[in-house]
């Protein structure tokens, strides 16, 4: 069995090793139109070493927001800025594919342009409170999406995927996890509607699938990735037929030739290994390690076969060096929470690594 320090071959693209770094949320999009910084591509080129890069939550559209201050991907200006992210990434060697998050019910108004409104499959709000420029609110009950705006959104995922290849990404994830739009659509206590978008598992997955599908027709099975999270309840995600609905969402995906799966497991690892065994394609691993975060353990779980790859989040945000860590068994930095969301350098590019 290989190890986790092996080379990998992902979308065409050769992985220096299977260990990548996975979506995080800074809100450090600071420049103009929501874009991305000088400091922002730092960090990104700081942490080179992962075989594949997962950047943080980039919306497709202005109404995609969920968060103060993250970035987009839905205009010239957001593109020509990522370019500089992209440019320093691939300076130093590494491979990086944005995430595309559009987050649907969770977020507020006052964080979207122009009097838009959240939005979701149904009016339904979720528990809870999202950080504002004004300090936590209540999530408002969002509007629900009629079928000329959903046809409208799967066609913005498109066009933010068409965008990021054109900043020089090597590939997007699409963010179908942690309880944002896509996942919205798949949940019974988010999606309530009963025409063809809701009322069954197929009418579930049918967002999910239609939006891969368009990316993957926009720009290539190979440069598309898509994360899930079955099970998990976070941001007020209630799904009782896991097994039923992610088994088809499988299926239908797997003809779509997707450059990987990305699971956010939950405690079930025997649904891990079904979704495993089930998908045809590359298989990354975020594994449940709750309270713990994902440590040097899990690099067995490329060895026995449960995953191709492991992404590590807040150990690979405390340390850029984080493979080379791994492979010397430590030391690692311990990182600040204060300094996770917002901020300046502190907390964000000022880690040190191995000397």
Same mark, same amino acid.
């Given at each position: 069995?290989?190890?986790?320090?092996?080379?990998?071959?992902?979308?065409?693209?050769?992985?220096?090793?299977?260990?990548?770094?996975?979506?995080?949320?800074?809100?450090?999009?600071?420049?103009?139109?929501?874009?991305?910084?000088?400091?922002?591509?730092?960090?990104?080129?700081?942490?080179?070493?992962?075989?594949?890069?997962?950047?943080?939550?980039?919306?497709?559209?202005?109404?995609?927001?969920?968060?103060?201050?993250?970035?987009?991907?839905?205009?010239?200006?957001?593109?020509?800025?990522?370019?500089?992210?992209?440019?320093?990434?691939?300076?130093?060697?590494?491979?990086?594919?944005?995430?595309?998050?559009?987050?649907?019910?969770?977020?507020?108004?006052?964080?979207?342009?122009?009097?838009?409104?959240?939005?979701?499959?149904?009016?339904?709000?979720?528990?809870?409170?999202?950080?504002?420029?004004?300090?936590?609110?209540?999530?408002?009950?969002?509007?629900?999406?009629?079928?000329?705006?959903?046809?409208?959104?799967?066609?913005?995922?498109?066009?933010?995927?068409?965008?990021?290849?054109?900043?020089?990404?090597?590939?997007?994830?699409?963010?179908?996890?942690?309880?944002?739009?896509?996942?919205?659509?798949?949940?019974?206590?988010?999606?309530?509607?009963?025409?063809?978008?809701?009322?069954?598992?197929?009418?579930?997955?049918?967002?999910?699938?239609?939006?891969?599908?368009?990316?993957?027709?926009?720009?290539?099975?190979?440069?598309?990735?898509?994360?899930?999270?079955?099970?998990?309840?976070?941001?007020? #995600? @209630?799904?009782?037929?896991?097994?039923?609905?992610?088994?088809? =969402?499988? +299926? $239908? /995906? !797997?003809?779509? %030739?997707?450059?990987?799966?990305?699971?956010?497991?939950?405690?079930?690892?025997?649904?891990?290994?079904?979704?495993?065994?089930?998908?045809?394609?590359?298989?990354?691993?975020?594994?449940?390690?709750?309270?713990?975060?994902?440590?040097?353990?899990?690099?067995?779980?490329?060895?026995?076969?449960?995953?191709?790859? #492991? @992404?590590?989040?807040?150990?690979?945000?405390?340390?850029?060096? =984080?493979? +080379? $860590? /791994? !492979?010397?068994? %430590?030391?690692?930095?311990?990182?600040?929470?204060?300094?996770?969301?917002?901020?300046?350098?502190?907390?964000?590019?000022?880690?040190?690594?191995?000397?």
């Amino acid at each position: 069995m290989p190890t986790a320090f092996d080379s990998f071959e992902l979308g065409g693209k050769r992985l220096a090793n299977r260990i990548a770094m996975a979506p995080m949320t800074r809100s450090r999009a600071y420049d103009p139109g929501a874009s991305p910084t000088e400091l922002m591509a730092t960090y990104y080129a700081q942490r080179a070493g992962a075989g594949l890069i997962v950047t943080e939550g980039t919306q497709p559209s202005a109404i995609g927001q969920g968060y103060p201050d993250t970035p987009g991907l839905h205009s010239a200006e957001q593109v020509a800025a990522w370019r500089q992210v992209t440019d320093a990434v691939h300076g130093a060697g590494g491979v990086i594919f944005a995430q595309l998050m559009h987050t649907g019910r969770i977020g507020h108004p006052s964080l979207l342009p122009d009097g838009l409104h959240p939005v979701a499959p149904s009016a339904v709000a979720a528990n809870g409170q999202v950080y504002t420029r004004q300090g936590p609110q209540d999530f408002v009950t969002p509007r629900e999406l009629t079928e000329a705006e959903i046809a409208q959104t799967i066609g913005d995922f498109a066009t933010a995927a068409r965008n990021a290849i054109a900043a020089g990404f090597d590939g997007v994830e699409l963010h179908g996890a942690n309880g944002y739009l896509i996942q919205q659509f798949l949940a019974p206590n988010t999606n309530r509607r009963t025409d063809g978008w809701g009322g069954t598992v197929d009418g579930r997955i049918r967002f999910a699938v239609e939006v891969a599908t368009a990316v993957v027709q926009a720009i290539g099975g190979d440069k598309v990735g898509l994360r899930i999270s079955p099970g998990n309840p976070y941001n007020d #995600i @209630a799904e009782d037929d896991v097994e039923e609905t992610y088994g088809a =969402l499988v +299926a $239908r /995906l !797997a003809p779509l %030739g997707l450059a990987y799966l990305h699971l956010v497991e939950s405690a079930d690892r025997d649904l891990t290994r079904r979704l495993r065994k089930e998908w045809p394609g590359a298989f990354i691993l975020n594994p449940f390690t709750h309270p713990a975060p994902t440590g040097s353990e899990a690099l067995e779980l490329v060895e026995d076969g449960t995953a191709d790859m #492991i @992404a590590f989040g807040a150990l690979f945000l405390a340390n850029p060096d =984080l493979p +080379a $860590r /791994l !492979a010397a068994g %430590g030391p690692y930095n311990a990182p600040d929470p204060v300094a996770f969301f917002g901020g300046d350098h502190r907390g964000y590019t000022d880690y040190p690594v191995l000397t």
